[in-house]
């Protein structure tokens, strides 16, 4: 039940066609004070047309306007503010979340269309970074979102499995490699050549070109080449999957940039024969200067392709494939041009679904406000962040509860839904400071805080012993209000988070509803037996609904006790 809708179908009926109704739910407003009742309609807009004056536009309307939803709807100034019939409301808002239980809040917006998602895509060869890991939640939590709202998601990690670097990489192993130390250790073994490589090559200038050199053989499938560049894929895969297990993160596609190697052809024969290469400084690029921007690289003087190359084939691929409805790139916002770029190449090429293509950009981790940085010597090592978060989860947990029977299975719980919180809790183009002992607390802005929260309501609804059947008669006192409205609010929530694509919207409404439970459960004796017991454990289980909900649209478990 949505009482927004309601109110908006009846002002518009009054209306008698001055506005389509869509226009009046986009204008209607909650009010910031109880007083102003909990809905309100401005009239501004509609003086011109009507040829009367706000106020009086607004007192006709209140008089008319009737629901048994509504308590009374009065004219206030050029307002009409609408007061909820709390009592038939919140019976409804808890019935309906009963009944739906998970379900609550999902909307079909997308009619079971395909939104492919480009997120997490970290290099080969190289350490997951924090930019890495911000894509991976961000990507995870937007694909559960777009689920929510009735499309079908399709999570791609697009690796950087190919370029130049391959045949750094190769020089690098063949001269100063050892089988046995990469197997031991390969992130760290194999970062540690491609720096080798560089430090010599400053000397050795011979080393690129044998680097060159390896990679065109690459490119050309030999076949010494290729099982190295495998057998560092897979190696890479082993760690970066650690960190996906324990993030439990999953894709439908793992082709990366290798994948569309043999595809590249293509796309340069649809832009040639649309007349759109031109030749700069030996290199073939697509000319973008009607829109101000330097132009796009496809192929360099040697013959070599590009970032770009990959990324266009990949979109006619996935499109071809999936004929998706959108497609979303979650990376950071230092790529911005190139994506700008390679949408505005389709556009070129005449495809209408490149407008359909959006670049989510985000900002970076710091610490102590410097960029967390995974290069050369000081790297930070994701999978160990992750279980530091773990273990300091687990001594948390330890000093609350000493005796909860599955204490690891909740620390992990409550470890990585704290790194994955603190990420999401801020608008996605924010910085993030990082800090693990912040991102833990118990109170405060933190995932354990809303962790905790529902494990408190699941324990008292433990303790009632209620069962399944509750049958709420709708309260009406001034604690259960504000819960139950923002139990009401969560569908709209949802549905913000799809249109601005912030799981941020998520997390926050996740904070406020766990705020205003615990006031509600500090105020409200809940387990005395009256004949509104019933009623006050429906808000309960209703709020566990939503908070578990909630966390599991931004990726996070919810422990049944902590
Ligand atoms: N591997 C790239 C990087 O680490 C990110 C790839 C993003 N996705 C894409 N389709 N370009 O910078």
């Not at 040639?272 to 000319?287: F, I, M, P, R, Y």
């Not at 833990?440 to 012993?465: D, M």
């Not at 004949?531 to 996070?556: D, H, Q």
Request: some cysteine.
């Amino acid at each position: 039940m949505e009482v927004l809708e309601a109110y908006a179908k009846e002002i518009t009926k009054k209306l008698d066609g001055a506005l389509p109704y869509e226009t009046v739910c986009k204008l209607i407003e909650k009010p910031k004070f109880q007083e102003q009742g909990d809905l309100a309609f401005p009239c501004f807009s509609l003086a011109k047309s009507l040829r009367k004056a706000p106020t009086v536009i607004a007192e006709d309307l209140a008089s008319k306007i009737q629901s048994e939803l509504f308590e009374h709807v009065d004219a206030n100034g050029p307002y009409v503010n609408c007061f909820l019939n709390k009592k038939t409301v919140s019976k409804n808002v808890l019935e309906t979340i009963l009944t739906e239980c998970d379900h609550y809040g999902s909307l079909d917006i997308g009619k079971g269309e395909k939104i492919t998602l480009d997120l997490s895509s970290p290099n080969i060869a190289k350490p997951f970074s924090m930019g890495h890991l911000r894509s991976t939640v961000i990507g995870n939590s937007l694909a559960n979102i777009v689920e929510k709202c009735g499309y079908q998601p399709v999570r791609i990690n697009h690796l950087g499995d190919w370029g130049t670097q391959f045949g750094k990489l190769i020089v690098a192993y063949m001269r100063w490699g050892s089988d046995a130390i990469v197997k031991q250790n390969p992130i760290k073994e194999l970062l540690s050549l491609y720096v080798k490589f560089h430090d010599e090559a400053e000397s050795k200038p011979e080393l690129e070109d044998e680097a060159r050199l390896w990679f065109k053989k690459l490119e050309d499938g030999d076949e010494e080449a290729t099982l190295l560049w495998k057998w560092f894929r897979d190696e890479s895969l082993k760690e970066f999957s650690k960190i996906y297990e324990l993030l439990d993160i999953h894709f439908d596609s793992y082709n990366g940039e290798a994948f569309y190697n043999d595809k590249m052809d293509n796309t340069i024969k649809l832009l040639s024969e649309q007349n759109l290469l031109s030749t700069s400084e030996g290199a073939e690029v697509v000319g973008l200067e009607e829109y101000n921007l330097p132009p796009c690289l496809i192929k360099k003087s040697d013959g070599a392709t590009l970032y770009a190359t990959r990324d266009l084939t990949a979109a006619l691929y996935r499109q071809n494939n999936y004929r998706f409805k959108k497609a979303l790139y979650v990376v950071g916002h230092e790529q911005s041009l190139h994506f700008k770029q390679i949408f505005l190449v389709l556009e070129k090429l005449g495809y209408e679904w490149a407008k359909e293509m959006v670049h989510i950009p985000f900002g970076f981790i710091l610490k102590d406000g410097k960029k967390m940085s995974t290069r050369k010597g000081k790297i930070v090592l994701l999978e160990e962040v992750i279980r530091d978060a773990i273990d300091l989860a687990h001594k948390n947990i330890e000093e609350k509860n000493p005796t909860l029977a599955n204490k690891d299975e909740v620390a992990k719980m409550v470890g990585v839904g704290s790194i994955i919180f603190h990420d999401l809790k801020n608008d996605r183009l924010n910085n993030v400071e990082f800090s693990l002992e912040e991102m833990l607390k118990f109170e405060g802005t933190t995932g354990p805080y809303v962790q905790y929260t529902h494990a408190r309501a699941c324990s008292i609804l433990r303790k009632s012993g209620s069962g399944e059947t509750l049958n709420p008669i709708g309260l009406t006192d001034a604690h259960s209000w504000s819960v139950i409205k923002l139990l009401m609010e969560f569908p709209t929530i949802i549905e913000r988070s799809l249109s601005s694509y912030e799981p941020s919207q998520i997390a926050k409404y996740l904070l406020e509803l766990s705020q205003e439970f615990n006031k509600y459960y500090s105020h409200v004796k809940i387990l005395i037996e009256d004949e509104e017991m019933n009623t006050r454990l429906a808000v309960v289980k209703a709020v566990t609904t939503v908070l578990k909900e909630g966390l599991r649209l931004l990726g996070i478990k919810a422990p049944e006790e902590m």
